[in-house]
Every structure is written in structure tokens, then in C-alpha cells.
DNA sequence: TCTTCATTTGAACAGTTGTTCATATATTAA
DNA sequence: TTAATATATGAACAACTGTTCAAATGAAGA
């Protein structure tokens, strides 16, 4: 399996298995999602921008955290496109960019709930 | 909405949105499942056991990790009943324990795919 | 222009995380 | 019992993460 004589119990299924797995590549974006999902005041974030669009500051106020706090996550979920913003006027919007989000969401909501 | 005087751009929308929230309790256990799944490595372990039952060592190999590492690894994993295992001898078996998990997986590795 | 307000940014800090290494446990065979 | 093997554990460490604070944008109104 491997160059410098690593132990095995079960060369085949090993193998088989290895066959199996995702590109690293691919398993690296997996972990990317999930990770701006692991994090209990940014899943909060997405989960009151699921409702409706927000703005900054009252994204503060429902998650109870400071502006900056906010906008550093938000930046963050912005990189990953999984939030979206508009601009109106001096207010900034944010709401949900990717479906595919909220159906982990939901999915794990459901978990919990059962 | 809060106590001390938060400035807070639209008050109806922040009471509606606050409402919809989940308990605290089970947006914490979501961003657990969400963080299981967000280190690549541990990720890697759990699609390894998507396909089938395996070894720790066999994981090792599999993943190209110390025997140690995948152990602690996987006692996460086991802490979060994400994973089972099993006894033969001196060699234990570990396989997947929770379908929600398989979905989440599915549902994200097609998120990336597409 | 100057001021105000909503948001962003950068640096700094404490807290957390994953890996490594050495050691311990548990099972089997000799 | 002793030796060998598979797995687990604990401490230590570097790397990473989320929040805070102060300061910087950028837009609208006076």
C-alpha cells in the first residue's frame, strides 16, 4: 500500500476502500463547508438569515455579539458563498447565496430534533 | 430587544427572525456534528468507513496517518456517536452509527461535485 | 465641506485543535 | 508467565480560531 513497509491487516480492503475515497481536493472543499458550519455563532448567523435578509447590526443584536464580531464572521461565509449581500444606501443586507446550505441545515436540524 | 439601549436598524424584523431560531441548546449540538466533519483527516476516516467496516491500522494506512492519531480521531468520533466499533480479538472494527451523517456527507461531496 | 452612521479592517490576545511521542492497556500465542 | 501486537491515552507543542479594541472606509445629510 504504501512505500516504506507500513503494517496491514487487510491489504484488499484497504485497497478497495482507498478507491473509494473522494480527490483530496474534493474532500478539502467538504471540510471548508462544514467547518463554517461548526462554529455555534456563525451557524447562528446562517440560521437567522435563513428567515429573511438581515443587516449588520441587527445580525449583532439577534446574535447578541458586537458589530465587528459579526462582520468578521460574515466575511468568512462571504468567502465561502454561502452568504450574499446588496448595499441600500448606507445599510448593508446579507441573505443566504447557497440552497445547497440549507439543506445541510435542515438535514442536521432534523438529526438533533430525533 | 435587549436591555441595555442596542441600537437596532428594524426592530419588527429582528423579533421575527429571533423567534425563529432554535433553541441554543440545538444550534450547539448542529455546529458539534457540523465540527466533527470539518477537520479534512477526520473527514477522510469517516468516508473510509462510508465504504466499509475497517481497523484502526487499516485506517491509518488508508489515510497515511500514525496509528495514534486516527485512535484519537476517532474517539471523537465515537464521543459524538458518529462511529461504532467492535471487538475481534486483538483487532477492533470501526464502522459508521449514524445514517444522518451518511446524508450529510452525500449531500455535501454533491454540493462539491456540482 | 463636515458630521454622522453602518460597516469593515488589522493587530493582538486567549482559547482551542490536531499531531507527536512515550507510555499504558488488553488480547493472544508461546 | 513472557513476548508480541493492536489500540488507547496523556502531556506537550505548534498552528489555528474567534473575539475585542481601535481605527479606517464609504455613503448620506446638514
Known amino acids: 500500500m504504501d512505500i516504506c513497509s507500513v503494517k ?11 478507491k473509494t475515497l473522494p480527490q483530496l481536493e474534493d474532500i478539502s ?11 455555534p455563532s456563525r451557524l447562528k448567523i446562517v ?8 443587516c449588520v447590526c441587527d445580525i449583532a443584536v439577534i446574535c447578541n455579539q458586537t458589530d465587528s464580531a459579526i462582520s468578521h464572521q460574515l ?3 462571504r468567502t465561502l458563498k ?6 441600500e444606501g448606507k445599510i448593508i443586507y446579507y441573505s443566504i447565496d447557497d440552497d445547497h446550505v440549507v439543506s445541510l441545515i435542515n438535514m ?3 438529526h438533533v430534533k430525533h
Not at 8 to 18: D, M, P, Q, R, S
Not at 47 to 54: M, P
Open 47 to 54: 440560521l437567522a438569515l435563513l428567515n429573511q435578509e438581515h
Open 75 to 77: 466575511r468568512i461565509l
Open 8 to 18: 496491514c491487516i487487510n491489504e484488499k480492503k484497504v485497497k478497495e476502500t482507498f
Open 82 to 87: 454561502i452568504v450574499k449581500n446588496r448595499r
Open 29 to 39: 472543499q467538504m471540510a471548508d463547508i462544514f467547518k463554517a458550519l461548526s462554529d
Open 108 to 110: 442536521s436540524l432534523n
